[in-house]
């Protein structure tokens, strides 16, 4: 499952255990996607100090490394989906 805490992504397993957080990023991560094969997860971050003029997508995978940033523009890019 995942979820989001304290404004950062977490994960866990379908009945409560193992709970980590697999982002620390400046800003608010939110609305996590799942990939279709399970592996990354996409998800929208405002970064601190900004509004919702500055959001973007990004990707992390399920080690919880340093996510990609997907986009960079001036559009609000509100929430990930996979297609």
Do not use: C
Request: no cysteine; proline share 5%; net charge negative.
């Amino acid at each position: 499952i995942v979820f989001v805490r304290a404004m950062q992504i977490h994960l866990m397993r379908a009945d409560g255990s193992d709970v980590r957080r697999i982002t620390d990023v400046e800003g608010r991560a939110v609305y996590p996607v799942w990939s279709p094969d399970g592996k990354n997860i996409a998800f929208t971050m405002i970064p601190k100090g900004r509004g919702f003029e500055a959001v973007e997508l990004y990707v992390v995978g399920l080690d919880g490394k340093e996510p990609v940033r997907l986009t960079d523009n001036d559009v609000l890019d509100g929430h990930a989906n996979w297609w």
